[in-house]
């Protein structure tokens, strides 16, 4: 009985990663992305796409096609600039764009291949560059419209980012000591100058 459990258990698992979905990733991580930047600061994200499973000629799923959209608050991150992975060469990706929209950017590329066979099942599509422009927190969502090599869409999940950003601490102490010391020199001076006369 413990053997047949140990097997159905083993079988499931197999079956499991099998029909792992894709997903889109920021970071190449799985989990909500964030992090905190300084007011002025660069701020770099990268989008990768992971669960790919192999081409469409065996029953897998490759990416032939990507049509993303990313929202953000471009109050908080001022956008500076796309580049797009080499990974998207190996496949033969051509009209790589990233154009901005209303609520932030749009992102296309079309696989000139048939054949994706040597396709990784994950890899970087393209890295992004902001400036941290105002205070606050700015939430990166990404939807997107997914082709496989065939033309057939499919979906992928996606995790989230959240860019905060704050003012650098000033500390007046450290601003202020100088002043202050002059001012405590200038007292005493003018209480000695006072005491001689």
Known sequence: MLLKTMIC??????????NASPILLFENTTSDVDKSYLHGESVELSVWISGLTGSYDNGGIDLGLFDINLMFDRN???????????????SVFFELSATETASGLNFFGVSLLIDLSTQLDAFKLFSLSFIAKETGDSNFTLNSLLLDS???EFTADSNKANIKVVQPVVSLFESTTPLLFFMGLLLVIGVRLKKLR
């Open 76 to 90: 908080v991150a001022q956008y500076v600039g796309t580049s797009f992975s080499q990974s998207l060469d190996d």
């Open 9 to 18: 258990g083993l079988l499931f698992s197999v079956a499991t990663m099998c």
């Open 150 to 152: 065939m033309g057939s």
